[in-house]
């Protein structure tokens, strides 16, 4: 079981705001990363530290953390942002990394 | 740009030993802590581990007593071994770069997938 917990799927209306949460004891010391994964493709970065973009990333990404849970939202949620997401960390001896078992994000 | 691209056979028999290598172009090895993920088909993503360039490694618990990742700084590439392997270990394999000071994958290779079958 990972150390990261993720909710296994959330929708959002077209436009709308939503936010993909990941939970761990971890993160009340380490920042979570975030990555989308696309069908068929390899994930891609899209947040990662307090709220950093790689770039090319859209600035509708955000990223926050709050005691043990560390969030993504996206600000008005474009249908091509229905995708996997999964979160990424370290473990909480901070030796190792994990992952959370990932969220199906479904755009309405 | 850093590129990753995975390479190995897609066919390995259960009990034998997978193998996979990645090949860096793009920029020098000794930038990233490189890393091997797997994710099954229609699962999430698992981190395997990963080495430094100076051969430091860093493996999975879950998986240490199988695996063995190595380096090799003259040809840019690293590789992965998983021995003893079964149909639990069939998976799309990624090679990829990990960040420790910001605890990110990026750059990601494309993915192989690897199926464990007679």
């Known amino acids: 079981s990972s150390e990261l917990t993720q909710d296994p799927a959330v929708s959002v209306a077209l436009g709308q705001t939503v936010r993909i949460t990941c939970q761990g004891d971890?993160?009340?010391?380490?920042?979570a990363s975030w990555y989308q994964q696309q069908p068929g493709q390899a994930p891609v970065l899209v947040i990662y530290?307090?709220?950093n973009r790689p770039s090319g990333i859209p600035d509708r990404f955000s990223g926050s953390s709050s005691g043990s849970t560390a969030s993504l939202t996206i600000t008005g949620a474009q249908a091509e942002d229905e995708a996997d997401y999964y979160c990424?960390?370290?473990?909480?001896?901070?030796?190792?990394?994990?992952f959370g078992g990932g969220t199906k994000l479904t755009v309405l | 740009q850093v590129q990753l691209q995975e390479s190995g056979p897609g066919l390995v028999k259960p009990s034998e030993t997978l193998s996979l290598t990645c090949t860096v172009s793009g920029g020098s090895i000794s930038n990233y802590y490189w890393s091997w993920i797997r994710q099954p088909p229609g699962k999430g993503l698992e981190w395997i581990g990963y080495?430094?360039?100076?051969?430091?490694?860093n493996y999975n618990p879950s998986l240490k007593s199988r695996v063995t990742i190595s380096v090799d700084t003259f040809k840019n590439q690293f590789s992965l071994k998983l021995s003893s392997v079964t149909a639990a270990d069939t998976a799309v394999y990624y090679c990829?770069?990990?960040?420790?000071?910001?605890?990110?994958?990026?750059?990601w290779g494309q993915g192989t997938l690897v199926t464990v079958s007679s």
């Open positions: 530290g307090k709220n």
């Open positions: 990424n960390s370290r473990d909480s001896s901070g030796n190792h990394v994990v």
């Open positions: 971890s993160l009340r010391t380490y920042y």
């Open positions: 990829a770069g990990w960040t420790q000071l910001w605890a990110r994958f990026d750059p």
């Open positions: 080495i430094y360039y100076s051969g430091s490694t």
